[in-house]
């Protein structure tokens, strides 16, 4: 084999080295290293997860499902999502939704949204999706968020100030 020829299979296989390593690196879905360390901590990735910039993009034929408790969603919301709840769900918020619908569920951080998620999949709905950081990262992407009555709000319930802490955007009233 020439030197030329060599030299091209070294450049080949590090390409291919590169392009494999940098496929191996991981998504980040939060803006904060350590709050993206603590989501990545509590969820076992059993419902595929969206992040905010891609639930943001989707068009309107999402349905946006909130899996927190009614007083936290009282306080502010994603705009357009339904209260279905965690501890007692409203199931009959599904009885809209056709069985391949894309159906988003959030938190506070995706915990119980992905716990939600695998009971909606165990339905037979085949599009649902966990959103990753949920309404702590939608905050502290200083998206819009409404309260009970459908009017802007500024504030988030972060259920105690142990998990407020995860909620860093200066301009959002945390409530607990």
Same mark, same amino acid.
């Given at each position: 084999?020439?030197? #030329?020829?060599? &030299?091209?299979? &070294?450049? =080949?296989?590090?390409? !291919?080295?590169?392009? !494999?390593?940098?496929?191996?690196? /991981? &998504?980040?879905?939060?803006?904060? /290293?350590?709050?993206?360390?603590?989501?990545?901590? !509590?969820? *076992?990735?059993?419902? /595929?997860?969206?992040?905010?910039?891609?639930?943001?993009?989707?068009?309107?034929?999402?349905?946006?499902?909130?899996?927190?408790?009614?007083?936290? %969603?009282? !306080?502010?919301?994603? +705009?357009?999502?339904?209260? =279905?709840?965690?501890?007692? +769900?409203?199931?009959?918020?599904?009885?809209?939704? /056709? *069985?391949?619908?894309? =159906?988003?569920? %959030?938190? *506070?951080?995706?915990?119980?949204?992905?716990?939600?998620?695998?009971?909606?999949?165990?339905?037979?709905?085949?599009?649902?999706?966990?959103? %990753?950081?949920? =309404?702590?990262?939608?905050?502290?992407?200083?998206?819009?968020?409404?309260?009970?009555?459908?009017?802007? #709000?500024?504030?988030?319930? #972060?259920?105690?100030?142990?998990?407020?802490?995860?909620? #860093?955007?200066?301009?959002?009233?945390?409530?607990?």
């Amino acid at each position: 084999m020439d030197l #030329t020829n060599y &030299i091209k299979k &070294i450049l =080949i296989a590090a390409l !291919v080295l590169f392009t !494999v390593a940098m496929q191996a690196q /991981p &998504i980040s879905y939060c803006n904060d /290293p350590k709050f993206e360390d603590k989501v990545s901590s !509590v969820l *076992s990735f059993s419902v /595929p997860v969206v992040s905010v910039t891609d639930l943001e993009s989707m068009d309107d034929d999402v349905y946006i499902l909130d899996a927190r408790e009614s007083e936290e %969603y009282d !306080v502010s919301h994603i +705009p357009g999502a339904k209260y =279905i709840g965690y501890d007692k +769900p409203d199931w009959s918020v599904l009885d809209d939704i /056709p *069985s391949d619908g894309k =159906i988003v569920l %959030y938190c *506070s951080v995706g915990y119980r949204s992905e716990k939600l998620g695998e009971k909606v999949q165990a339905k037979g709905y085949s599009n649902v999706y966990n959103l %990753y950081g949920s =309404i702590f990262e939608w905050a502290n992407e200083g998206l819009p968020l409404v309260d009970k009555n459908g009017d802007n #709000t500024k504030a988030v319930h #972060t259920w105690n100030k142990r998990w407020s802490q995860w909620v #860093t955007n200066p301009s959002v009233e945390k409530i607990w």
